[in-house]
Structure formats: structure tokens, C-alpha cells
């Protein structure tokens, strides 16, 4: 069962317009952590950000913000004043504490941004 | 060099040989991973390995094989290459905390014709 659902599969926008890259998630787990990773056209998996299922606080780091809500299992990435070099493909990731999971990561199909200048 | 290196980074092969993709991580991490990237399916997990001669499947472990004899290399090999294994591979690393992101290596580009 698909445990990490990214809907949209590709997003074009005008540079510095703002952008939101939406995450949804399945687990039974009440211990888990969301990540999201980027893929720029070079083609290696950068790691962004780490979240774990007890903190719903929001995050910001510069123009890129988090917002994790349990309520609606979702993990959503927004990026404000777009770049060209946000363009890329963004995954989300789901990893379970449970001892059985093998501490691997679900990952969503991705979205794959292009800022247009 | 520090880090998670894969090879090679370019492969092509002929239907039906046996080709291995190597990976090498220095941070002496527990787990290990193996991923494939195709259009529309992102990431699928091959096998994992939690430690030196403990490999498990994942997601898609057909046509594949895995060893870990040494706790920083983790290959796998095609054991008869089939046009459907022409993806994106890639290997990734973690320590045993849950809650660590994992890094990944530069990925390796195998076609199979």
C-alpha cells in the first residue's frame, strides 16, 4: 500500500511566485518521521528537512517553510519567491520507528517543479 | 573521500549478462539501501541490509541480488539484465537511529539494450 502520496506530479510557475508542494501520508505507526529531499537536474537527492511525529510546529529556513499537520496526515513544502534554481524534483518520505520496517524510507512519486523566468 | 560513492556511474549492457553496481559508504551506517527511479513511480525499494550478512527485500527484489560482506559495501548485482531493469539506481545509507535522514549516493544510469 502507497504510504506517501505526492498528487501532483508536475507544478510550473513564474519566478518568485510562491509554490506549495503537497505531501500526504499513511502510517500506523504513532512514532514516525517525514523528510523531504530534492532533486535538482544533476540528478543527486539532497536532503531538506526532518520532521518527527510529535512536533507540529512549523518550520521555516529562508524561503522554504513546513507544515506538518497530523490531523490531516499531511506535510506540505511551500517555497516562497521562487527561483529558477528551485526547479527540480521534490520527494517526500515516510520512516516508521517500528523495528519491522527496516528503517527504510517510503517515498512519494514526487513533484517536479519548474520555475520559469 | 567521506561519504556514499557508487560505480559505476554510467553502465550499458546487453540483455541477459550479469551486471553489479557497487556501493561504498565510510560512516560505518547500519543500514543500507538500494533504490530504483523510473518515471512515475519515484523511488522503489529493492533490498536493505540492517548490518554485515543481513539483507531483507523491499519493494520490487526480482532479478536482483544483494550481499553484504563488509559493512561499508553493499552491491547488487542483475543476475540476467532484462530492458525492464534500464532505470536509475541508487544506494543509501543510515545509521540506526530512526529518526536520521538517510544520504544517498550520485546514482548510477544502467540501460539494458
Known amino acids: 500500500a502507497q504510504k506517501v502520496t505526492q498528487a501532483q506530479t508536475e507544478i510550473s510557475v513564474v519566478e518568485k511566485e510562491d509554490v506549495t508542494l503537497d505531501c500526504v501520508y499513511e502510517t500506523r505507526d504513532t512514532t514516525y518521521y517525514l523528510f523531504w529531499y530534492k532533486q535538482p537536474p544533476s540528478g543527486e537527492l539532497v536532503f531538506l528537512i526532518r520532521?518527527?511525529?510529535?512536533?507540529?510546529q512549523n518550520e521555516i529556513s529562508g524561503r522554504y517553510s513546513w507544515n506538518f499537520q497530523k490531523s490531516t496526515s499531511s506535510f506540505n513544502f511551500t517555497i516562497t519567491a521562487s527561483q529558477v534554481v528551485d526547479s527540480a524534483v521534490y520527494f517526500c518520505a515516510l520512516s516508521e520507528a517500528a523495528p519491522n520496517t527496516g528503517n527504510q524510507f517510503y517515498f512519494g512519486t514526487g513533484t517536479s517543479l519548474t520555475v520559469i523566468p | 573521500d567521506a561519504g556514499i560513492t557508487q560505480s559505476p556511474r554510467y553502465k550499458i549492457t546487453e540483455t541477459g549478462r550479469q551486471v553489479t553496481l557497487m556501493c561504498h559508504q565510510t560512516w560505518s551506517h547500519s543500514y543500507m539501501f538500494w533504490y530504483r527511479q523510473d518515471l512515475g513511480h519515484g523511488l522503489r525499494l529493492i533490498y536493505y541490509?540492517?548490518?554485515?550478512?543481513?539483507?531483507d527485500k523491499g519493494e520490487v527484489p526480482d532479478g536482483y541480488v544483494v550481499s553484504r560482506s563488509k559493512t561499508e559495501n553493499f552491491p547488487l548485482t542483475l543476475e540476467s539484465a532484462t530492458r525492464s531493469q534500464t532505470s536509475v539506481y541508487f544506494c543509501a545509507s543510515r545509521g540506526l537511529r530512526t529518526n536520521t535522514e538517510a544520504f544517498f549516493g550520485q546514482g548510477t544510469r544502467l540501460t539494458v539494450v
Open positions: 520532521r518527527n511525529s510529535f512536533d507540529e
Open positions: 541490509s540492517a548490518a554485515a550478512d543481513i539483507t
